[in-house]
């Protein structure tokens, strides 16, 4: 089997989050372990050139090269790059030229790559940060809510641990979806080489070797380096994927054999669904290549203990009602649940030791929260939307929580987490910090 070709992952910060891109540089060879070869890009490895900063490092680094687009802020929002906005004419920051680069690559490709992921640390700012820089942030994310300039999905994290659980969850998830989009650029490629082979040429400039051509396609071809390409299209499609297939064959067997059934209505059958799920790492109904999804899925089988997965992921799972089948997860570490507007019993999630993040927004018929007493490492919550859970004592008990999500405009709730949680940092579903 070939040898996977590394996602080319460039990350764009300002200097305040300088030590949380030098630990996910670390993250390499523990990507590699997982299946998901990575080359981070970073404007620290640029070769030195003339000109504006930002225009050097994006000759050395073409937006058009890179599988994923990795966005970091916090407090500072960077310096002027010498790049201006093609709309509104305003200067742009290091940052957030990349950003937009990316953005505008994104949407030429039909949306296929590079890939964006934006994080927003939400740790609380120091007495001496500087408000311009911190309020330009701010002006960047509401830039991504719906309906505005660049709408798009951002994460959040405090420590520099809940940072790389993130990434490496999200590379791992999205790893697959690139490389199927790379080898069809690269099939793409290979048929349009072979309708200029230099064979069907009468001209001797022609008959020079493809890999001295210098034009922009031939140096930034995704698949310019990846051995055996000499293969037909069909070929490299069939040995990436042999092995991956015969691996799902033999588990969805294996629990054949031990008797267990898969239906539109119970997750009992997930280590035979799907290519992007990693033992021992995430699960989601996104991954199950099968009828179950968001709206079939009505209860959680507790075979899934057998999986020992440390993220799962049911986010707008409507007709869940309880998620008793969690029990005995003992590695899991975060739980989504946002968007399952049937759900009312989260007594499932008592006594689990490892958990870390439990995220209820728009829980509209969940009323009772105690079960989180005694998860002693848990340090997120999102309560955003669960308009029904009217006490929250149970906060009191829960000395690791530091990030709590709520709804802005829910202003009683908010005072009565205030008065549970007086410690922790209260933010909105974008991330943004509230005010006391």
């Not at 990693?278 to 199950?288: C, Q």
């Not at 992921?313 to 899991?332: A, F, H, I, M, S």
């Not at 490892?354 to 490492?377: F, W, Y």
């Amino acid at each position: 089997m070939e040898p996977l070709l590394p996602l080319r992952v460039f990350i764009g910060c300002p200097g305040d989050m300088a030590d949380e891109r030098a630990e996910l540089l670390k993250l390499r060879d523990h990507l590699e372990d997982l299946g998901c070869p990575v080359r981070f890009l970073v404007w620290k490895n640029v070769t030195p050139g003339a000109g504006d900063a930002q225009k050097v490092i994006f000759d050395n680094y073409p937006i058009d090269t890179w599988d994923v687009f990795l966005g970091l802020l916090w407090k500072r929002f960077g310096v002027p790059s010498g790049i201006k906005d093609a709309i509104s004419g305003e200067m742009l920051t290091g940052t957030e030229a990349e950003f937009v680069g990316a953005y505008e690559a994104f949407l030429k490709s039909g949306e296929k790559r590079p890939h964006i992921l934006l994080y927003r640390c939400t740790r609380e700012y120091p007495h001496d940060f500087d408000m311009a820089q911190a309020a330009g942030v701010r002006k960047f994310f509401e830039q991504t809510q719906a309906g505005a300039s660049h709408p798009a999905l951002t994460q959040t994290f405090v420590t520099v641990g809940e940072l790389k659980e993130r990434v490496t969850r999200d590379l791992v998830k999205i790893a697959p979806q690139l490389r199927r989009a790379v080898m069809g650029m690269s099939a793409a490629s290979t048929t349009a080489a072979a309708s200029t082979s230099p064979a069907t040429s009468t001209s001797p400039a022609t008959s020079t070797s493809p890999a001295t051509s210098t034009t922009p396609e031939a140096s930034t071809a995704p698949a310019a380096a990846v051995p055996g390409s000499g293969r037909k299209p069909w070929q490299r499609v069939l040995v990436r994927w042999s092995v991956p297939l015969l691996i799902c064959f033999l588990l969805a067997l294996v629990f054949v054999l031990k008797g267990q059934n898969a239906t539109n209505t119970s997750i009992a059958f997930l280590s035979s669904q799907g290519f992007s799920w990693h033992p021992n790492y995430s699960v989601t109904v996104d991954d199950f290549k099968s009828n179950i999804t968001p709206r079939t899925l009505v209860s959680v089988s507790e075979s899934l203990k057998q999986l020992q997965c440390r993220d799962l992921y049911l986010g707008g799972c409507v007709n869940l009602q309880n998620v008793d089948g969690v029990k005995g997860l003992t590695e899991l570490r975060i739980l989504e649940l946002n968007n399952c507007t049937g759900l009312s019993d989260i007594g499932g999630i008592k006594d689990l030791p490892s958990l870390t993040s439990v995220l209820l927004q728009n829980c509209t018929e969940l009323t009772d929260i105690e079960p989180l007493r005694g998860l002693a490492n848990l340090n997120e919550i999102d309560f955003a939307g669960c308009k029904n859970v009217t006490t929250f004592e149970v906060l009191r008990s829960l000395k690791s929580l530091r990030s709590i999500i709520v709804n802005p405009k829910d202003t009683a709730q908010i005072e009565k987490i205030r008065a549970a949680a007086p410690k922790a940092q209260l933010v909105d579903p974008m991330g943004k910090p509230l005010l006391p």
